[in-house]
């Protein structure tokens, strides 16, 4: 990784640079809304934020941020700017605060678009000793005739997107056929390569990464219970339909002591390699032949109520305290200090 400047001055003001869309039930599997956080989460995020800091401001574009970057300095901006169409979009936000000279929360550009490129990140995984399923990218609807080196049951799904855009249970394909007809969807409606990759049947699983180049990673890993059942999508993917409002219970469960020290090595590894990314999610499944990668994600979900915030957050502690946390954990990396006045 690259090294971090030493001793930068903070003036204890955070920089919220968000783009939340109303709560909303998407109207179907292509609406880019999903992709985006919720109002009610930015406020929540904000009202926490306010916690640690002598003032939170609060943008909703890059054209404003990018207009008003001089007057941050010595700020610390949090990056939470999910953006549109580009491919590049989760690497937008960081870029410009690196070509500014300022400090961000989070992953720096290079880690936000390996990271959004599905089949590029798992060759991050295989480099420091981490399994991934069987997969290969059609650029074109006719490159399936040459398809070989996966076997069915597929997923099949768009390279650069995150949250289930564009996958439904539609998208778990037992035949040649299916993976034809809902790749030319995905192809026609996204405009971008489709991977297809082998269904990895098993626990699925989210291992959740806090640190910095300075010191210790934190290590976590949960897995959803829904309806109070450990194998509900042992047989289904994580589609769509879960995202969207529902009546399911769902129940974060704990399962880091069944995985082995050696696999936690390598997801430690795979944090380390990346540089600065201070927050990563490491999505897979587990079943009785091993431990299978499926995604990184550096762009996280932080809601009081999802995995990541739940699997880090101390027993005893509040939400605030854990997004205190990933405030300390980035000005640690930068060596920040409050100027003596």
């Known amino acids: ?61 890059l054209t404003t941020f990018t207009a008003e970057v001089s007057r941050y300095s010595q700020s610390l901006v949090f990056p939470y700017w999910f953006g549109q169409i580009s491919r ?16 961000f929360v989070g992953a720096d550009a290079f880690v936000k678009v390996v990271c959004n490129d599905k089949e590029l990140s798992k060759a991050v995984c295989r480099q420091v000793g981490l399994d991934t399923p069987a997969s290969i990218l059609l650029q074109t609807i006719e490159e399936l005739e040459h398809l070989r080196g ?28 299916e993976v034809s007809q809902v790749a030319e969807i995905i192809l026609r409606q996204l405009g971008q390569p489709v991977i297809v990759e082998e269904f990895i049947s098993g626990r699925e699983f989210s291992a959740c990464l806090l640190g910095n180049g300075a010191g210790v990673v934190e290590l976590q890993i949960g897995s959803w219970k829904i309806e109070g059942k450990s194998d509900y999508l042992d047989h ?26 050696a696999v936690i090595e390598a997801m430690r590894r795979c944090f380390r390699s990346l540089g600065k990314v201070e927050l990563l999610r490491i999505d897979g499944r587990q079943n009785e032949t091993g431990v299978f990668i499926i995604e990184l994600t550096p762009d996280i979900y932080l809601g009081s109520d999802g995995e990541y915030c739940q699997a880090l ?3 005893t502690a509040a939400y605030s305290d854990m997004i205190g946390s990933i405030i300390a954990n980035s000005l640690e990396g930068y060596q920040a200090q409050v100027p003596m006045s």
């Open 313 to 315: 957050k101390k027993p």
């Open 150 to 177: 996966v076997s069915l049951p597929v997923v099949v799904k768009p390279n650069y997107e995150g949250t289930s855009l564009g996958i439904t249970q539609r998208n778990l394909c037992r035949s040649w056929q």
């Open 88 to 103: 590049s979009r989760h690497g937008l936000l960081p870029a410009i605060c690196e070509a500014n000279d300022l400090m």
């Open 1 to 61: 990784g690259c090294s971090l400047p030493a001793h930068r001055p903070w003036d204890r003001k955070i920089v919220l640079v968000a783009d939340p869309v109303d709560p909303h039930a998407p109207k179907d599997a292509f609406d880019r809304r999903i992709d985006r956080p919720s109002k009610d989460t930015v406020d929540e995020l904000r009202t926490a934020l306010d916690m640690c800091c002598g003032e939170v401001i609060v943008l909703s574009d």
């Open 236 to 261: 289904q993917i994580n589609s769509f339909e879960f995202k969207l409002p529902n009546d399911l219970e769902f129940e974060l469960e704990m399962v880091t002591s069944q995985f082995d020290e």
